[in-house]
């Protein structure tokens, strides 16, 4: 059922563990050179920037591609811009396994972007015609799309597209019984999100190691999905959304106390099982408790609530990094693993996001105009 | 699965029983990195609405109180960075302390609020405008060399940029700038070029090499949009421009197939847009005849950059 062959996929399993544990220096160079030696990987994948050039490319070949068999069938209508996307998905799908079969693309971007396309054009056939969509065929159809292409390619972002399908699936299918039913899709969102993040919680340790990034990143999506069920502003929006005016939420209080207790919760359940995913995740959704209690009420001035917020945070940190110079629970403040390569654009978020930027131009001398700035405020004085 | 895969390693005589040993040891979680970002997240707020209650209450605090405040707390910032700064090195230094970094980014923000306070206050500077800026420019090159600041160099740079007449900050750039004005368009490769020269003397001095990146990040993009821009606005130089382009293309590409594959990337793609443009101006310039050849050309150039992409990814991996 897998493109790859599972001993390929072993083998870059094994080399890139040994990598690992090579550059947290608990094997000998020697030791690495010899895994090196017995284990070769031959799947194609570059690193990230090469990849998402790659992407880019291959969709502006696929796209122009879509117009010159539009341009050749001169289409005029809905039908014939379904059949180009029929074609176009059929295309695009037979491109991906030929690529990967012979080139053996493995996250390399083209096969990523081929992926997304396939679901893209299948989309399309439904999308661009005159008859109504058939809402409930259309999720089916994409659910089952984007989970083949996630098992037989062992793609993360292709599981949780399907995920999310099956979702909106439960959502349309629940207002089959009628719009009250608006009222307990909250519930059904939480038991099915949280039954299924226990699920793939225990099931990851038992699958082929093929499946664990798919698993690792559709837990977290679980975790937010399981959050956003029951948080107040989106109960909110989709009750408006479906009533078409503005609504009282019923248990109002119980989706305050969710939450904002949630993301709490998930911090203390991954110190508990020393995971940081969902350590990781609850910070966010500490962020997004507090955007959603923004959105209805206003306590204070925004700026002083900013200040008092920054102030939280840099105590808590704070003390929280001096508490853990020693490991506590598993937990240690100190560096382990060597400054992750993504940390190069730390400069560029301080200048984006502590400069003013604002520029003016005086049009007399060139070397004029501009204005620098700190901390967003130089600029308005 | 890590222990059974070690076991399978030490069968097969590939490492050391010490070595495996290692390996099936289970290590305190880092969240190093999460608390620094939490951090600087609260060192931003903080830093933004401290400037929003200033700018509020001007009038109630009084301007004397705040310009103290403010001196009293940056020299607080720099003192404190002095005493635990190890001094210049050309080389990259390795801070032990979380804070030093902290504390010297609020230390220069509070000296850019500083002078814009009393420029826009009191008129330090009088007309001279430039000199508001230039003179804590300067002042933030020098602390992000003497203390080895990345975030520092780019506020800096972003300062230089502002000079200079130029919002450089990544979503400002195209934002901000008018870049069919012929001042912007100058600017901007003058300024990429410096830039990208700094970069290549940093390196080549071995003068604070690690500062290379943000140098070249700043210019590459700079010049790449400047000079795109002058190709589009000066049509009936276009063919000269083009020329000067592919030049400089070719030179960046060999400043940059070294240290960066994010750098490479961008280099190809900027590349790519300036040689589209020049071949579908020609293709479609009398008559919409051309159309198939175009789409064509899309078609058969997103397959050809794909070979250009493979290739400079086993160069890369080379070296």
């Given at each position: 059922m897998i493109a790859y062959a599972i001993n390929e996929l072993l083998n870059c399993h094994i080399l890139e563990q040994g990598r690992e544990n090579f550059h947290a220096s608990k094997i000998s160079q020697k030791s690495f050179q010899k895994i090196e030696g017995s284990y070769s990987c031959k799947l194609y994948t570059p690193g990230l920037f090469i990849a998402i050039g790659l992407g880019l490319v291959t969709t502006i070949a696929l796209i122009f591609t879509a117009v010159l068999v539009g341009l050749m069938t001169s289409f005029s209508n809905f039908e014939a811009f379904a059949g180009i996307s029929i074609f176009m998905t059929i295309l695009s799908y037979f491109l991906l396994e030929g690529m990967v079969k012979s080139k053996r693309y493995f996250n390399a971007g083209v096969d990523n972007a081929l992926m997304i396309l396939v679901l893209g054009f299948t989309a399309g056939i439904f999308i661009i015609s005159e008859i109504n969509t058939p809402w409930i065929l259309f999720n089916v159809i994409m659910m089952a799309v984007a989970l083949w292409l996630s098992v037989r390619f062992t793609d993360a972002l292709m599981a949780i597209i399907s995920c999310a399908f099956f979702f909106v699936l439960c959502f349309l299918l629940l207002m089959k019984l009628g719009i009250s039913a608006i009222f307990y899709f909250p519930f059904v969102m939480m038991l099915l999100s949280g039954s299924l993040y226990f699920i793939v919680k225990n099931t990851s340790k038992k699958v082929s190691f093929v499946y664990e990034k798919c698993m690792t990143v559709l837990s977290i999506f679980l975790?937010?999905?399981?959050?956003?069920?029951?948080?107040?502003?989106?109960?909110?929006?989709?009750?408006?959304?479906?009533?078409?005016?503005?609504?009282?939420?019923?248990?109002?209080?119980?989706?305050?106390?969710?939450?904002?207790?949630?993301?709490?919760?998930?911090?203390?359940?991954?110190?508990?099982?020393?995971?940081?995913?969902?350590?990781?995740?609850?910070?966010?959704?500490?962020?997004?408790?507090?955007?959603?209690?923004k959105y209805f009420f206003t306590m204070l001035p925004l700026e002083i609530e900013m200040l008092l917020l920054g102030i939280v945070l840099i105590t808590v940190a704070y003390f929280l990094i001096k508490w853990l110079r020693q490991t506590r629970r598993g937990f240690t403040s100190q560096i382990i693993s060597p400054r992750p390569e993504w940390k190069n654009i730390e400069g560029l978020i301080i200048a984006e996001t502590m400069s003013g930027g604002d520029k003016t131009i005086q049009d007399d001398n060139l070397f004029s105009g501009g204005s620098g700035g700190g901390g967003g405020a130089s600029g308005d004085f | 699965m890590t222990n059974t895969l070690a076991d399978k390693l030490l069968e097969s005589n590939l490492i050391t029983e010490k070595e495996r040993e290692n390996m099936g040891d289970t290590e305190p979680l880092s969240v190093h990195w999460d608390l620094r970002s939490i951090l600087y997240l609260g060192v931003l707020l903080v830093t933004t609405s401290l400037g929003i209650l200033i700018y509020k209450n001007i009038d109630s605090i009084g301007h004397d109180v705040l310009l103290i405040i403010i001196s009293v707390l940056m020299v607080a910032c720099f003192a404190w960075c002095f005493k635990n700064a190890t001094g210049f090195r050309s080389s990259k230094i390795n801070n032990t302390s979380i804070w030093s970094d902290y504390i010297l980014l609020v230390g220069c923000l509070l000296l850019l609020t500083l002078v814009a306070y009393l420029q826009f206050q009191y008129q330090l500077f009088g007309n001279r405008w430039g000199l508001a800026l230039f003179i804590p420019m300067i002042l933030l090159f020098i602390a992000a060399y003497y203390f080895d600041h990345i975030g520092v160099l780019s506020l800096a740079i972003t300062n230089?940029?502002?000079?200079?007449?130029?919002?450089?900050?990544?979503?400002?750039?195209?934002?901000?700038?008018?870049?069919?004005?012929?001042?912007?368009?100058?600017?901007?490769?003058?300024?990429?070029?410096?830039?990208?020269?700094?970069?290549?003397?940093?390196e080549s001095r071995k003068i604070k090499a690690h500062f290379s990146f943000t140098y070249k990040n700043f210019g590459i993009n700079l010049f790449f949009i400047s000079i795109l821009s002058m190709l589009f606005y000066y049509e009936n130089l276009y063919l000269l421009i083009f020329l000067i382009f592919c030049i400089s293309v070719w030179f960046i590409y060999k400043i940059c197939i070294k240290s960066s594959t994010y750098l490479l990337v961008m280099t190809v793609l900027y590349s790519y847009i300036g040689l589209s443009y020049v071949i579908i101006r020609n293709l479609l310039f009398d008559s919409m005849s051309n159309i198939y050849?175009?789409?064509?050309?899309?078609?058969?150039?997103?397959?050809?950059?794909?070979?250009?992409?493979?290739?400079?990814?086993?160069?890369?991996?080379?070296?």
């Open positions: 975790l937010v999905v399981f959050y956003a069920s029951g948080n107040y502003w989106v109960i909110n929006e989709i009750q408006m959304t479906v009533f078409n005016e503005p609504v009282m939420l019923s248990f109002g209080w119980f989706y305050w106390i969710f939450t904002f207790a949630i993301p709490f919760l998930y911090i203390v359940y991954g110190i508990a099982k020393k995971d940081l995913i969902p350590i990781r995740t609850g910070i966010f959704l500490v962020m997004a408790a507090i955007l959603t209690y | 230089l940029g502002a000079w200079a007449g130029i919002a450089i900050t990544p979503t400002k750039l195209l934002q901000n700038n008018d870049f069919s004005q012929e001042k912007v368009m100058f600017t901007g490769i003058v300024l990429g070029i410096f830039l990208i020269a700094m970069a290549i003397i940093s050849i175009t789409v064509l050309y899309f078609i058969l150039s997103g397959i050809g950059l794909i070979a250009v992409f493979k290739n400079l990814q086993k160069k890369i991996r080379i070296q």
